[in-house]
Structures are given as structure tokens and as C-alpha cells.
């Protein structure tokens, strides 16, 4: 952040010498080996963008929604480093999960009510893209510390659970299975299952790294690149989970309410 601050101000003073923005350009790759657009010159000598963007903008307030951010980058989403830029990615099948992802992330970062969901038709995906180099910081430490921020209240853990079932849950007449290559994230949403009276059967080794996975939303077939574990919830706790955690996605929800019946629930 502090490289990027000196650059805004080398600019700045670059500027003020009467330098045309090419001359700017070539200085600042000179004296710091670093390439800089003429447009992200034009848009920090404009005032449009500051140059840590919304980086005093990020509420670290235990939430729902920061909860539920934190769920889906532990599960689908992924952070990833673009030059200056610190981005948070969630690209996936599902419209009303990437609809919430949106949703949570304008509770918790500034300038995010402009964040769309867009959609990419070459790869059947919705993704939502945000640049936030704070948010960034406080996801990428190691996911134990993250904790407080689950575990403050219960809609905050609700809001985790919801996020990793939305992304990697799997429901078929009365089971409910949650999948992940991270035994140890599994095990610790055993305990949050637990904590709210919702049973699960011991964690299971799934599939080995290597073998093939077929997406029934596309019907593209993926290799596995690492082993799959799998933590089933109890036919019993289905109402409680309905109760307590839940869906977005509207088929999965739909699938949750056909199976209480299944199971004697009315």
C-alpha cells in the first residue's frame, strides 16, 4: 500500500513540473521500475480515484454478511494479487449465489453497491469481481484467526455455513452432503453444525486427487487436484438445519423443503 501511495505523490509532483502524462510514464517506470497507465494517471491527477481506492472503506464488523463473505472465499471464491490491485473473485453456476455474494460484500466494503454480477456465457459462469486491498489483508491471514468473526453470534455462524453449503453442499432426497478438499475446515464446521443441535455423521475420505468430476449444471468433466472429503448431516437434523442455516439458491432450498416430508417433518 505505502508503494502505491509514493507513486500517487511521484505523479503529483511530476505533474505540477509541467510533465505531459507520457513523460510522467516513462519517469516513474525510470526511478521505480514500475509501470503505470496514462489512464490510472489521468483518473489520480483528476481526483477520480485515490490510490488505495476505498481502503479506509472495509467495516471489520462481525456480521451475517462478513461471515458469509468469509465462507464463500474458504470455499469457492478465491483472492488473488493484480499488480496494485487486491481482488476477491467468486465465479460460479449459480446466479442467486453470486447475487448474495454481491449483496453481503456492499455491507461490508465501500463503493460496493456498484459491483455487478456479470455474466460470462463462454464459461456458463456469473462472477462478481472486487478490488479491496483491506479486505483483501483480512482474508488472506489463516483461516483460524477468522474465527471471532464467525463464531460472535449465531447469525454470524449461520452466515458461514449458509456460504459454504451454497457452494459446495449437494442435496438429494434425504441426503445432505458438504464436500471439500480441507479436512480440517470440515472438521471445524462439525463444530458449528453441533453448536447448533444440527448432527453429523464422522467426517469421510471422498475421492482421490486425480479422478474425474463430472459438473452436472454444464456437463463439463474436471480432475480433481487434490482429495475430497465429505461430512454428511443426519436425516434428524434436516429441520434444524432449514431452521438455522439453510440456502440461497433457490433449487437447493426447493430440494431441502421436498426432503423434510421424507422424514416425517410437516
Same mark, same amino acid.
Given at each position: 500500500m505505502q508503494a502505491r501511495s509514493n507513486l500517487y505523490d511521484l505523479v503529483h509532483s511530476l505533474r505540477a513540473r509541467g510533465m505531459s502524462y507520457g513523460r510522467i510514464q516513462e519517469r516513474v517506470s525510470a526511478d521505480s521500475g514500475c509501470f503505470v497507465s496514462k489512464g490510472l494517471i489521468s483518473e489520480w491527477l483528476r481526483g477520480i480515484h485515490k490510490p488505495l481506492g476505498s481502503v479506509n472503506e472495509f +467495516?471489520? *464488523?462481525a456480521s451475517f454478511e462478513l461471515a458469509y463473505v468469509i465462507g464463500v472465499v $474458504?470455499? +469457492?471464491g478465491n483472492i488473488n494479487v493484480r499488480k496494485y490491485d487486491r481482488e476477491i473473485l467468486l465465479s460460479v453456476t449459480d446466479r442467486e449465489y453470486a447475487e448474495e455474494f454481491r449483496r453481503c460484500l456492499g455491507r461490508v466494503v465501500g463503493? &460496493? &453497491?456498484?459491483t455487478k454480477v456479470r455474466r460470462s456465457d463462454k464459461r456458463n459462469r456469473w462472477i462478481v469481481q472486487k478490488r479491496s486491498i483491506l479486505l483483501y489483508q483480512f482474508l488472506k491471514r489463516p483461516w483460524q484467526s477468522l474465527r471471532p468473526w464467525i463464531e460472535q453470534e449465531t447469525k454470524c455462524t449461520s452466515g458461514f455455513l449458509r456460504a459454504f453449503y451454497d457452494g459446495e453442499g449437494s442435496i438429494s432426497g434425504r &441426503? %445432505? =452432503?458438504l464436500y471439500n478438499t480441507r479436512s480440517d475446515? $470440515? $472438521?471445524y464446521i462439525r463444530v458449528l453444525l453441533s453448536k447448533l443441535n444440527i448432527e453429523t455423521t464422522e467426517l469421510?475420505?471422498?475421492?482421490?486427487?486425480? *479422478?474425474? %468430476?463430472?459438473d452436472p449444471l454444464n456437463g463439463k468433466t474436471y480432475i480433481r487436484n487434490s482429495d475430497c472429503f *465429505? %461430512?454428511?448431516?443426519r436425516a434428524r437434523s434436516l429441520p434444524q438445519f432449514a431452521r438455522g442455516v439453510g440456502f440461497t =439458491?433457490?433449487?437447493k432450498q426447493q430440494m431441502l423443503a421436498e426432503a423434510l416430508p421424507k422424514i416425517g417433518y410437516r
Amino acid at each position: 500500500m505505502q508503494a502505491r501511495s509514493n507513486l500517487y505523490d511521484l505523479v503529483h509532483s511530476l505533474r505540477a513540473r509541467g510533465m505531459s502524462y507520457g513523460r510522467i510514464q516513462e519517469r516513474v517506470s525510470a526511478d521505480s521500475g514500475c509501470f503505470v497507465s496514462k489512464g490510472l494517471i489521468s483518473e489520480w491527477l483528476r481526483g477520480i480515484h485515490k490510490p488505495l481506492g476505498s481502503v479506509n472503506e472495509f +467495516d471489520q *464488523t462481525a456480521s451475517f454478511e462478513l461471515a458469509y463473505v468469509i465462507g464463500v472465499v $474458504l470455499s +469457492d471464491g478465491n483472492i488473488n494479487v493484480r499488480k496494485y490491485d487486491r481482488e476477491i473473485l467468486l465465479s460460479v453456476t449459480d446466479r442467486e449465489y453470486a447475487e448474495e455474494f454481491r449483496r453481503c460484500l456492499g455491507r461490508v466494503v465501500g463503493g &460496493s &453497491s456498484h459491483t455487478k454480477v456479470r455474466r460470462s456465457d463462454k464459461r456458463n459462469r456469473w462472477i462478481v469481481q472486487k478490488r479491496s486491498i483491506l479486505l483483501y489483508q483480512f482474508l488472506k491471514r489463516p483461516w483460524q484467526s477468522l474465527r471471532p468473526w464467525i463464531e460472535q453470534e449465531t447469525k454470524c455462524t449461520s452466515g458461514f455455513l449458509r456460504a459454504f453449503y451454497d457452494g459446495e453442499g449437494s442435496i438429494s432426497g434425504r &441426503s %445432505l =452432503i458438504l464436500y471439500n478438499t480441507r479436512s480440517d475446515i $470440515l $472438521l471445524y464446521i462439525r463444530v458449528l453444525l453441533s453448536k447448533l443441535n444440527i448432527e453429523t455423521t464422522e467426517l469421510h475420505f471422498g475421492t482421490k486427487a486425480g *479422478t474425474e %468430476l463430472v459438473d452436472p449444471l454444464n456437463g463439463k468433466t474436471y480432475i480433481r487436484n487434490s482429495d475430497c472429503f *465429505t %461430512l454428511r448431516i443426519r436425516a434428524r437434523s434436516l429441520p434444524q438445519f432449514a431452521r438455522g442455516v439453510g440456502f440461497t =439458491i433457490a433449487r437447493k432450498q426447493q430440494m431441502l423443503a421436498e426432503a423434510l416430508p421424507k422424514i416425517g417433518y410437516r
